[in-house]
């Protein structure tokens, strides 16, 4: 069965079940402070489990794509090591929220298994939860007797709270689980060892295939537990696993699923899979790992250096230093299984197709970025070998070129093991701990329970109306953390704030009480559709009714930025061609950010056409048009954008001005006109294909033009007032590159009469014309002085060493003749000795040059030149 009908079946049978079949939600989450990525089927759900909101469907299901790879599902360093472990992968999912539990989810979960997909009853076994004395839990009976109408009683098997008590985290929502294990041995195997035996024992042909969370109970900050308000199912069943079962092999990677990748893969590093240990696990972590990535991507998260960023960037290295390193892949090739993942996994994925150039741009530059850090780390690496005195290297360097420079600690411990050497494990060890720990001290956040005053189950945000209004406290609680020290999250009845989401900050302003008192809120957030006000203090009587005030002047200019975006991404998409897609958004009070897709640098026409064309949308004072509360349908007819990797419900909200209709929850002005003026202030590349503008409006641009008109009076005083200030300036770059021109004849003069006693100087060493100097040139007058040297003197090497401004150069020159009979290369001497000025360079084998930040080690540099030609 291929896997398309594998996810076909499992989401018609549900349908037949009366379930809401519901498209994947984004794998990146965006507007969720409490999670990167989605890592199971449930998290677009939380709220719901929380009591947050009231589902439109009680049952619904779905094939959620997830990520697994920090925190507590951890699964990347296993990736590839073995068949069964990924970082992105499918759950196949059923829910009910409040309707159904143990009885229907544990007979449809057999009847899918064994009447639909006719897996071999006696191939499966169950567990229960055997309960849990410190948490006053018991055995679960229920699902006990349920699963013995189903199954022999031999196959259900007591489980742990480990293994079969389901938690959200360290609070929320949880419960006792079962989970369904499939034995896919040989019936040899099976007849020697009980499959029973090797449950839960990651044995790779004995695996759990389905997990059914009976959800419960919420698990408190003080760990203990209370019942929920209604009981609730979540099943999460691995989409990879089931279609090995289904398929007959013995490896999620033998599966449909990658083979094509697999086989792309071999095509493209003339590698063979199955043949070799080591070659095997490299092309299994690519093929992994290339999803993950490329679904990230799509969804809307670049690799970058910080947060969900980090992350992919660090799959996708893990894949390239595997290549690297395995495959002999010294250049790009991840990025060339774009193309075959799109052909497979698109028409489910629809994002795949649609963002496939720009996931192959980017994958391409990433990989061409990374492989310049291996070249540049195991010339780092090479230093460090040669000052270690004898055979054992220093964890503590290797950290630092782990830490400091990317390069893999693993490769590190390949290479020495290549030579003879060992590395300091338990120091490298100690040095990643104290990081780690500085890390999680950082990022530590306890947060004790709420404190319910009143029930309210939707908070009513009210804020596109007003910015003022009296509220109720329905609950709060203390969050504490390094970073931000003692705050307290606010839960209003309604609220005018709105919170941190699509790009936009949250807002700020206060709570009044009846008798004068402030509270400041500083920030609003958003979290499993509850709006949290943050506050440094509480008020001293909660129960009271407040007036919540917000900054109306911060809201204003917010709004202005907003609208000037939706303008913009218009004007871009005018100027540039319909290819112009958002591709990350960052409103703030003071300055607003769009990152885009787009393959060049703007030109500055390009700029002012795209200036010109907002502040004429500005100057046409054109009246905001808001459709809320719309269905999906109505807004695309409109002709609003959806965009990938955002999460839309069954209502939206879309915004037009004039031809400009986007689906956006953010606050605008109410006319254009408001928006005063807009000016763009930077424009750079991001990553490959992404460009970034960085623009200003209303008071910012008012400000703007003030240190404009401040910074050129203050220039023409300086010119002494000149009538035509540009003329002045002209006239000053004139004369500026006559005397510069004058000062090159003069250092060439000197270079010339230095020259000759530089010949002087020039030792005979092993039949090498050998010079090494510290002189006081410019680079490009020492690069005439040596290439004269080397036509009239033959044999020759040259090690020049300058100062400019506090900055250390070094030049190398070897005779071509030279660099052929005795293998020199200039540009391995100055990547060497540029360390010694704490800096390195490269060029030719004939001519090379190298900078650094310590001109100190120059004199240290020119001695240790002499040990290339001894």
Same mark, same amino acid.
């Given at each position: 069965?291929?896997?398309?009908?594998?996810?076909?079946?499992?989401?018609?049978?549900?349908?037949?079940?009366?379930?809401?079949?519901?498209?994947?939600?984004?794998?990146?989450?965006?507007?969720?402070?409490?999670?990167?990525?989605?890592?199971?089927?449930?998290?677009?759900?939380?709220?719901?489990?929380?009591?947050?909101?009231?589902?439109?469907?009680?049952?619904?299901?779905?094939?959620?794509?997830?990520?697994?790879?920090?925190?507590?599902?951890?699964?990347?360093?296993?990736?590839?090591?073995?068949?069964?472990?990924?970082?992105?992968?499918?759950?196949?999912?059923?829910?009910?929220?409040?309707?159904?539990?143990?009885?229907?989810?544990?007979?449809?979960?057999?009847?899918?298994?064994?009447?639909?997909?006719?897996?071999?009853?006696?191939?499966?076994?169950?567990?229960?939860?055997?309960?849990?004395?410190?948490?006053?839990?018991?055995?679960?009976?229920?699902?006990?007797?349920?699963?013995?109408?189903?199954?022999?009683?031999?196959?259900?098997?007591?489980?742990?709270?480990?293994?079969?008590?389901?938690?959200?985290?360290?609070?929320?929502?949880?419960?006792?689980?079962?989970?369904?294990?499939?034995?896919?041995?040989?019936?040899?195997?099976?007849?020697?060892?009980?499959?029973?035996?090797?449950?839960?024992?990651?044995?790779?042909?004995?695996?759990?295939?389905?997990?059914?969370?009976?959800?419960?109970?919420?698990?408190?900050?003080?760990?203990?537990?209370?019942?929920?308000?209604?009981?609730?199912?979540?099943?999460?069943?691995?989409?990879?696993?089931?279609?090995?079962?289904?398929?007959?092999?013995?490896?999620?990677?033998?599966?449909?699923?990658?083979?094509?990748?697999?086989?792309?893969?071999?095509?493209?590093?003339?590698?063979?899979?199955?043949?070799?240990?080591?070659?095997?696990?490299?092309?299994?972590?690519?093929?992994?790992?290339?999803?993950?990535?490329?679904?990230?991507?799509?969804?809307?998260?670049?690799?970058?250096?910080?947060?969900?960023?980090?992350?992919?960037?660090?799959?996708?290295?893990?894949?390239?230093?595997?290549?690297?390193?395995?495959?002999?892949?010294?250049?790009?090739?991840?990025?060339?299984?774009?193309?075959?993942?799109?052909?497979?996994?698109?028409?489910?994925?629809?994002?795949?197709?649609?963002?496939?150039?720009?996931?192959?741009?980017?994958?391409?530059?990433?990989?061409?970025?990374?492989?310049?850090?291996?070249?540049?780390?195991?010339?780092?690496?090479?230093?460090?070998?040669?000052?270690?005195?004898?055979?054992?290297?220093?964890?503590?360097?290797?950290?630092?070129?782990?830490?400091?420079?990317?390069?893999?600690?693993?490769?590190?411990?390949?290479?020495?093991?290549?030579?003879?050497?060992?590395?300091?494990?338990?120091?490298?060890?100690?040095?990643?701990?104290?990081?780690?720990?500085?890390?999680?001290?950082?990022?530590?956040?306890?947060?004790?329970?709420?404190?319910?005053?009143?029930?309210?189950?939707?908070?009513?945000?009210?804020?596109?109306?007003?910015?003022?209004?009296?509220?109720?406290?329905?609950?709060?609680?203390?969050?504490?953390?390094?970073?931000?020290?003692?705050?307290?999250?606010?839960?209003?009845?309604?609220?005018?704030?709105?919170?941190?989401?699509?790009?936009?900050?949250?807002?700020?302003?206060?709570?009044?009480?009846?008798?004068?008192?402030?509270?400041?809120?500083?920030?609003?957030?958003?979290?499993?559709?509850?709006?949290?006000?943050?506050?440094?203090?509480?008020?001293?009587?909660?129960?009271?009714?407040?007036?919540?005030?917000?900054?109306?002047?911060?809201?204003?200019?917010?709004?202005?930025?907003?609208?000037?975006?939706?303008?913009?991404?218009?004007?871009?998409?005018?100027?540039?061609?319909?290819?112009?897609?958002?591709?990350?958004?960052?409103?703030?009070?003071?300055?607003?950010?769009?990152?885009?897709?787009?393959?060049?640098?703007?030109?500055?026409?390009?700029?002012?056409?795209?200036?010109?064309?907002?502040?004429?949308?500005?100057?046409?004072?054109?009246?905001?048009?808001?459709?809320?509360?719309?269905?999906?349908?109505?807004?695309?007819?409109?002709?609003?954008?959806?965009?990938?990797?955002?999460?839309?419900?069954?209502?939206?909200?879309?915004?037009?001005?004039?031809?400009?209709?986007?689906?956006?929850?953010?606050?605008?002005?109410?006319?254009?006109?408001?928006?005063?003026?807009?000016?763009?202030?930077?424009?750079?590349?991001?990553?490959?294909?992404?460009?970034?503008?960085?623009?200003?409006?209303?008071?910012?641009?008012?400000?703007?033009?003030? @240190? *404009? +008109?401040?910074?050129?009076?203050?220039?023409?005083? #300086? !010119? %002494?007032?000149?009538?035509?200030?540009? $003329?002045?300036? &002209?006239?000053?770059?004139? @004369? *500026? +590159?006559?005397?510069?021109?004058?000062?090159?004849? #003069? !250092? %060439?003069?000197?270079?010339?009469?230095? $020259?000759?006693? &530089?010949?002087?100087?020039?030792? *005979?060493?092993?039949?090498?014309?050998?010079?090494?100097?510290?002189?006081?040139?410019?680079?490009?007058?020492? $690069?005439?002085?040596?290439?004269?040297?080397?036509?009239?003197?033959?044999?020759?090497?040259?090690?020049?060493?300058?100062?400019?401004?506090?900055?250390?150069?070094?030049?190398?020159?070897?005779?071509?003749?030279?660099?052929?009979?005795?293998?020199?290369?200039?540009?391995?001497?100055?990547?060497?000795?540029?360390?010694?000025?704490?800096?390195?360079?490269?060029?030719?084998?004939?001519?090379?040059?190298?900078?650094?930040?310590?001109?100190?080690?120059?004199?240290?540099?020119?001695?240790?030149?002499?040990?290339?030609?001894?």
């Amino acid at each position: 069965m291929k896997s398309q009908q594998v996810r076909q079946q499992f989401l018609d049978f549900f349908a037949s079940k009366k379930h809401a079949i519901v498209p994947s939600s984004p794998m990146v989450l965006k507007n969720d402070p409490t999670l990167m990525f989605t890592n199971a089927g449930m998290v677009p759900f939380k709220e719901y489990f929380l009591g947050q909101k009231k589902a439109t469907n009680k049952r619904v299901a779905d094939s959620q794509k997830c990520l697994r790879v920090s925190g507590k599902h951890n699964d990347l360093e296993e990736v590839g090591k073995d068949t069964y472990h990924h970082t992105m992968f499918e759950m196949l999912g059923n829910w009910s929220f409040g309707d159904y539990f143990k009885k229907d989810a544990i007979a449809w979960a057999w009847e899918l298994l064994t009447d639909v997909y006719k897996i071999d009853k006696d191939c499966l076994y169950v567990t229960v939860f055997e309960g849990a004395e410190e948490d006053g839990l018991a055995y679960d009976t229920d699902a006990y007797n349920f699963w013995k109408q189903h199954i022999s009683e031999d196959r259900i098997i007591n489980g742990n709270k480990k293994d079969n008590f389901w938690e959200m985290g360290a609070q929320g929502p949880c419960g006792p689980c079962s989970e369904i294990h499939v034995d896919i041995r040989s019936a040899e195997e099976k007849a020697k060892i009980s499959g029973k035996s090797l449950v839960n024992k990651d044995h790779p042909q004995v695996v759990e295939i389905w997990n059914l969370v009976f959800m419960e109970y919420n698990r408190k900050a003080d760990g203990s537990l209370e019942k929920l308000a209604a009981q609730h199912v979540d099943t999460g069943m691995g989409f990879e696993r089931l279609c090995m079962v289904l398929q007959n092999v013995q490896s999620n990677y033998d599966t449909d699923v990658f083979t094509p990748l697999i086989r792309e893969i071999e095509a493209i590093t003339n590698n063979k899979y199955n043949v070799n240990e080591e070659t095997d696990i490299a092309i299994r972590v690519i093929a992994d790992h290339v999803r993950a990535v490329a679904f990230a991507i799509a969804d809307g998260q670049l690799p970058s250096n910080n947060g969900a960023g980090y992350v992919i960037r660090r799959i996708l290295r893990r894949a390239i230093r595997y290549g690297f390193t395995f495959l002999n892949k010294k250049e790009p090739f991840i990025y060339k299984l774009v193309n075959t993942l799109s052909k497979q996994m698109g028409t489910y994925f629809p994002e795949l197709k649609a963002q496939s150039q720009l996931i192959t741009n980017v994958i391409k530059e990433e990989e061409h970025s990374f492989l310049r850090t291996l070249e540049q780390g195991l010339i780092l690496l090479d230093g460090i070998i040669k000052n270690t005195n004898g055979t054992e290297v220093s964890g503590k360097k290797a950290f630092e070129l782990y830490d400091t420079y990317g390069f893999p600690i693993d490769l590190t411990s390949l290479i020495l093991s290549e030579k003879g050497m060992t590395l300091n494990e338990a120091e490298f060890n100690t040095e990643l701990e104290k990081q780690k720990n500085r890390s999680r001290a950082a990022a530590t956040v306890e947060t004790d329970d709420w404190v319910v005053l009143m029930n309210d189950h939707e908070e009513e945000f009210v804020g596109y109306d007003i910015l003022e209004t009296n509220v109720k406290i329905t609950r709060y609680r203390k969050v504490s953390s390094k970073k931000d020290g003692d705050l307290y999250q606010l839960v209003f009845n309604l609220t005018p704030f709105y919170p941190e989401g699509g790009g936009q900050v949250g807002d700020k302003g206060y709570l009044e009480a009846s008798n004068g008192n402030v509270i400041y809120i500083v920030d609003t957030k958003k979290e499993n559709n509850l709006i949290i006000h943050f506050a440094k203090s509480l008020p001293k009587d909660p129960s009271q009714t407040f007036k919540a005030v917000v900054d109306r002047q911060q809201r204003y200019r917010t709004a202005c930025n907003h609208s000037a975006t939706h303008l913009l991404h218009q004007a871009l998409r005018e100027v540039l061609g319909t290819h112009v897609e958002q591709k990350g958004s960052a409103v703030h009070s003071k300055n607003l950010r769009f990152d885009f897709s787009h393959y060049a640098k703007l030109t500055a026409d390009e700029l002012q056409a795209v200036e010109d064309f907002v502040n004429a949308r500005i100057d046409s004072k054109i009246p905001l048009k808001e459709y809320r509360n719309i269905p999906m349908e109505t807004a695309l007819e409109k002709g609003a954008m959806a965009l990938f990797g955002e999460k839309y419900g069954d209502t939206v909200r879309a915004i037009q001005f004039g031809n400009s209709v986007e689906l956006c929850g953010g606050t605008h002005v109410q006319n254009t006109g408001d928006i005063w003026y807009f000016k763009i202030t930077s424009e750079s590349a991001i990553a490959a294909g992404i460009r970034r503008i960085e623009a200003i409006t209303n008071d910012a641009v008012k400000e703007y033009f003030s @240190e *404009n +008109n401040k910074a050129f009076t203050e220039i023409k005083n #300086l !010119l %002494k007032n000149p009538k035509n200030p540009k $003329k002045a300036i &002209l006239d000053l770059q004139e @004369e *500026n +590159n006559t005397l510069k021109k004058q000062v090159e004849r #003069l !250092l %060439k003069d000197k270079a010339k009469n230095l $020259k000759g006693s &530089l010949k002087n100087e020039i030792q *005979n060493i092993n039949g090498v014309h050998f010079l090494t100097k510290r002189i006081d040139l410019d680079q490009n007058t020492i $690069k005439d002085l040596v290439f004269e040297l080397g036509n009239e003197v033959g044999n020759l090497f040259v090690l020049i060493g300058t100062e400019a401004n506090g900055k250390a150069m070094l030049t190398c020159y070897i005779s071509k003749n030279l660099v052929e009979t005795k293998k020199l290369d200039a540009g391995k001497v100055v990547r060497e000795l540029g360390k010694l000025i704490h800096g390195g360079g490269g060029g030719q084998p004939f001519y090379a040059t190298a900078g650094g930040r310590n001109p100190d080690g120059i004199d240290f540099a020119l001695s240790e030149a002499k040990r290339y030609i001894s």
